[in-house]
């Protein structure tokens, strides 16, 4: 599963900031990855962080493994844990996030829970986090538009 999105265009080729592959990879694993340690690696560091799998148990163990070396060889500090949600709501396809309702309807934007389903686990995720209201926000209309939602 390697993808960008369309709304990430502006930093993919040099990626200085954290795509959200890999956030989501981060949140898999229970990594909190801050972006000033992100900006320590090499590009082809980056690169490896977006293509290195983490579906299985095995691949998620090896990557957090991997990551949790990275970061302690770049900072000397050991990377942040965070909990690992064992239920993300981004994978629960039959539930939309009354949240993200919320913040989509600020655009005019009516979710439907067939339009959540047919996303990809990946696209609910960058909606949730695009949403939250700690984030600026700004792609998430870029990416309400991508997905087709409109």
């Avoid at 898999?28 to 290195?52: H, N, P, V, Y």
């Avoid at 913040?103 to 959540?116: I, Y």
């Avoid at 984030?135 to 409109?150: D, G, V």
Wanted: glycine share 2%; proline share 7%.
């Amino acid at each position: 599963m390697t993808t960008f999105f369309e709304f990430e265009a502006d930093f993919v080729t040099s990626l200085r900031c954290i795509p959200m592959q890999v956030r989501y990879k981060l949140d898999t694993c229970g990594i909190k990855l801050k972006l000033s340690d992100w900006l320590q690696m090499t590009q082809d560091e980056r690169e490896a962080l977006f293509e290195l799998p983490c579906t299985t148990q095995t691949e998620i163990e090896t990557y957090k493994e991997y990551l949790q070396q990275l970061i302690l060889e770049r900072t000397g500090t050991p990377v942040a844990q965070l909990p690992v949600d064992p239920y993300p709501v981004w994978m629960d396809s039959s539930n939309l996030p009354v949240t993200l309702q919320e913040k989509a309807q600020e655009l005019g934007v009516n979710l439907t829970l067939e339009q959540w389903a047919a996303l990809t686990p990946l696209q609910r995720f960058a909606l949730i986090k695009l949403s939250r209201p700690s984030h600026e926000n700004k792609n998430f209309p870029n990416a309400i538009a991508e997905f087709h939602l409109l």
